[in-house]
């Protein structure tokens, strides 16, 4: 029986903003000191830090703002240049509601990003998370933040006994109610650091926490027993077989991805449709780019996405020139141009995979 130690009040946002002055890490998008960053640059990195590690992220946003250094800039882009540019990052339709936010920021809005929460909402690709952390981190707005770092230091401070995602909103208004009367954008980064890099899931650094002495699960012990879950779902798998066709000039061939669903829009090499089964030889017959002799390598691809896993069987063929595809954008690409593309994580590695054997045979 795990003995709970009640709370008598709120943790001390003063505290935690002492802390976050003196321990805050350094970030090219964040300001301190009371001053707000470009309001371009916060919206930027929320979009690059959704599902992503600050570490990743850091040489994406430099490369984004001295290539587009304002939302006017990345408005003029093409779409097929953003995903160029952030191709490697991953969740890549975040490239595309990007590009679209940016355009409809300078049509509607003058090229000033929208302070109020209900107006960062209606842009695209901005949820309640980000609409909130865009109009406290670059307006000092009052707002509730809360993301996965939040929830879980609120669910220890708390010792919240409902498990995630049903307590989701309970986490919420637990962080409403520790909202300081000032220096919004500052707390919000600072309860958020405090989840990053003091309250982190395995082995939280209690003794240097500035909550600690207010914090149900560290006085009983039980820090790595919150937040509570559910239980964990079985990912699915999948499989599909993956075509590198190429002809006597050094080209493989690549076709575009239809713009909805996963990895829209994005470049990739013809493949077998993504199923629960492994594609039969009928299959790869009716999905191969051409009647070529393929040739199976032994070893797959494998991939995970957010929400299943994907093995990719890899074929390899050779034309003695260069083919169309019906009914798909295609086009032919020396191996060395390959990088010009938006070409996502999963069709780089089969990229290497196929190089790799093409060079040893």
């Not at 090229?111 to 609409?131: C, F, H, K, N, S």
């Not at 909103?169 to 009367?181: F, G, N, R, T, V």
Request: one cysteine or more; hydrophobic letters at 40%; charged letters at 25%.
């Amino acid at each position: 029986m795990i003995r709970k130690t009640k709370i008598l009040k709120t943790p001390s946002s003063a505290a935690l903003l002492r802390w976050y002055d003196r321990c805050a890490r350094d970030m090219p998008w964040r300001m301190k000191g009371g001053k707000r960053p470009d309001p371009y640059h916060e919206l930027l990195s929320e979009f690059m830090l959704q599902q992503t590690q600050v570490a990743t992220v850091i040489p994406y946003f430099l490369s984004f703002t001295k290539r587009w250094p304002s939302i006017a800039h990345l408005a003029k882009a093409t779409l097929d240049e953003v995903r160029a540019e952030w191709s490697g990052l991953g969740y890549y339709r975040r490239a595309k509601f990007l590009h679209e936010c940016a355009k409809v920021i300078v049509a509607q809005h003058k090229g000033i990003v929208p302070q109020d929460e209900a107006a960062l909402r209606a842009l695209p690709g901005i949820g309640a998370y980000t609409a909130a952390a865009i109009a406290a981190i670059a307006y000092d707005k009052k707002a509730v933040v809360v993301d996965g770092n939040v929830e879980r230091v609120m669910a220890r401070v708390f010792a919240v006994e409902e498990p995630l995602p049903g307590a989701k909103k309970k986490l919420y208004e637990l962080a409403a109610s520790c909202l300081p009367q000032k220096r919004f954008g500052d707390y919000a980064q600072a309860v958020m650091e405090l989840g990053a890099t003091i309250c982190t899931p395995k082995n939280p650094q209690c003794p240097t926490c500035p909550w600690k002495n207010d914090c149900v699960a560290f006085a009983s012990g039980t820090m790595e027993r919150y937040p509570l879950k559910g239980a964990k779902q079985k990912t699915p798998q999948k499989f599909a077989s993956v075509f590198i066709a190429m002809n006597k000039k050094g080209e493989v061939l690549l076709t575009r991805r239809a713009e909805k669903g996963l990895l829209g829009g994005m470049w990739e090499f013809p493949t077998t449709p993504w199923e629960q089964e492994k594609p039969t030889l009928h299959i790869e017959r009716r999905h191969a780019p051409a009647k070529l002799v393929w040739q199976k390598l032994e070893t797959p691809v494998r991939h995970v996405f957010s929400h299943f896993k994907l093995e990719m069987a890899l074929r390899i063929g050779h034309s003695a020139a260069a083919f169309s595809v019906q009914d798909r954008e295609y086009r032919w690409m020396k191996w060395k141009n390959l990088s010009t593309l938006a070409l996502p994580t999963l069709t780089r590695n089969v990229a290497d995979a196929a190089r790799n054997h093409v060079k040893k045979s």
